[in-house]
């Protein structure tokens, strides 16, 4: 009877994709159809099933790695009030800027230290639209290039830890895992590092070959400009703009991969790091903490809806056996490993047009993972390719969020088109990484 399991999923995907709030649609979907199943088929499920539901949700509400989401989403936040990123983004247009396409580097090099250091997207896209954009166009860029380099630099977060989106994936597929195949947020981080370096140059490699071929997209910053500029204080801000978001960086990042703290406890460090920071620019008050508060409560509360209506989902698929018939049809298939990485990937994919990823993780994960267990794949290794994969979830139109937020900020004279020409670029170059991956595995544990 697993076949009712996949009509499960298949109904809350649909549902999902009309518009239906997702924590709701997963739980009550699920509820709805357990009772549907108990009373046609009594001998497949029984109501006394419902009574593993609450100790899961506690389960859940326990777990101590899920304790750095709400933490790492506070240390973003508060980064964002802090005024670094227009510390970064002004002492970088300014050691880049006499060269063609300088403006856009500087803005990839500042995505990726926010990125290092916040590990949200939204933040990131909105502070550097803000900032960045306004001067890009005023200085003569291509609206493609300018809004390209702003919305995929902001995503970076997605795949440099410290990021969310790896702490939720390491938890779910954990507690997916059939064969107690666990991997841990620290393994994760470290896996990630190196790709996302890699993924960063790739990016500056295109926009100084871009502007190379079409200087006139990317306009250098006049000489007079720049040393007019240098005269003010230019060493100690220099110096200032680079060492507060390194240390924090360090002080996260650092700790975690010298072994001395859980990635829990670094991210309690860098939520009291941050506030630290934003108190020396001179940025913090009541107004700003409460609003930091308000915006983490907001966000965590519906990670967590999110992962309990995911919890009674994974309940529901379990208890009909739809992980055992998965497994089932992969294996009387004969399909290789390969080529079930590929048609998830390709899945993946094309769901990021459409879902978001925090439902992409709590829906598609848990029910391919137990087929990856049972065709012996690198659980590490599919993690950081779903996390590359997830990333251009908010760069892929109609729904991505990227663009939303770099669309809410942006000029007037930046149109959808703009955007949407912008980016395809960027998402051919996360593509290629993720076969470069798949290719190159090893890749993953150069800082092993």
């Given amino acids: 009877m697993g076949y009712l399991a996949i009509i499960l999923f298949v109904i809350i995907f649909i549902l999902i994709l009309r518009g239906y709030p997702v924590a709701f649609t997963l739980a009550g979907v699920s509820v709805l159809f357990a009772l549907v199943i108990c009373f046609m088929f009594p001998d497949v499920m029984r109501f006394a099933d419902f009574k593993l539901l609450p100790s899961r949700f506690m389960g859940t509400i326990d777990n101590y790695v899920l304790m750095a989401v709400p933490l790492f989403i506070y240390m973003g936040m508060m980064l964002e009030k802090s005024g670094l990123a227009e510390s970064l983004l002004d002492t970088m247009a300014i050691l880049f800027g006499k060269f063609h396409g300088g403006l856009a580097i500087s803005v990839v090099i500042v995505g990726a230290l926010l ?6 997207v939204g933040a990131t896209v909105v502070t550097m639209g803000l900032i960045s954009l ?7 860029y291509k609206e493609e290039l300018a809004t390209g380099v702003v919305a995929a630099s902001g995503t970076l977060g997605q795949i440099i830890p410290p990021s ?3 702490v939720l994936l390491a938890d779910t597929i954990s507690s997916s895992s059939r064969t107690g195949s666990q991997i841990d947020v620290g393994s994760l981080f470290q ?9 960063v140059l790739s990016y500056i490699i295109y926009v100084y070959v ?12 006049p000489e007079e400009e720049i040393n007019q ?6 060493t100690v801000r220099l110096i200032l703009a680079f060492f507060l978001p390194l240390s924090l960086i360090i002080a996260v990042l650092g700790s975690i991969l010298a072994g001395i703290a859980s990635p829990t406890e670094a991210a309690a460090v860098g939520a009291v ?8 620019q001179g940025r913090f008050s009541l107004d700003v903490i409460q609003k930091v508060m308000q915006q983490t409560m907001h966000l965590s509360a519906m990670v967590f809806f999110i992962l309990l209506g995911a919890t009674t989902f994974t309940l529901v698929f379990r208890t009909l056996g739809g992980d055992d018939y998965l497994v089932e049809l992969i294996s009387d298939s004969n399909l290789p490993p390969m080529a079930f990485l590929a048609l998830v990937m390709l899945v993946l994919f094309i769901a990021g047009f459409f879902v978001d990823f925090i439902e992409i993780i ?9 087929v990856f267990n049972a065709l012996d794949v690198d659980m590490l290794w599919v993690g950081i390719l779903m996390a590359m994969n997830l990333q251009t979830s908010f760069l892929t139109p109609p729904f991505g969020f990227s663009l939303f937020y770099l669309k809410g900020v942006a000029p007037k004279s930046i149109s959808t088109q703009h955007l949407y020409r912008g980016i395809i670029p960027f998402i051919l170059i996360q593509i290629i990484f993720i076969a470069l991956i798949i290719i190159f595995p090893n890749l993953l544990y150069i800082f092993k």
Avoid: N, Y
Avoid at 115 to 120: D, M, N, Y
């Fill in 362 to 370: 709590f829906i598609i994960v848990p029910v391919v993972t137990p």
């Fill in 210 to 221: 871009i502007s190379t071929i079409k200087p006139h997209w990317a306009p250098a910053i």
């Fill in 191 to 199: 896996a990630a590092i190196f790709p996302g370096i890699l993924l």
């Fill in 229 to 234: 500029f240098k005269r003010k204080g230019f």
């Fill in 115 to 120: 990125a290092a250091s916040t590990g949200i």
């Fill in 273 to 280: 790091g941050a506030t630290i920071l934003t108190f020396i």
């Fill in 164 to 166: 969310v989106v790896l």
């Fill in 134 to 140: 306004p001067t890009m166009l005023k200085r003569g």
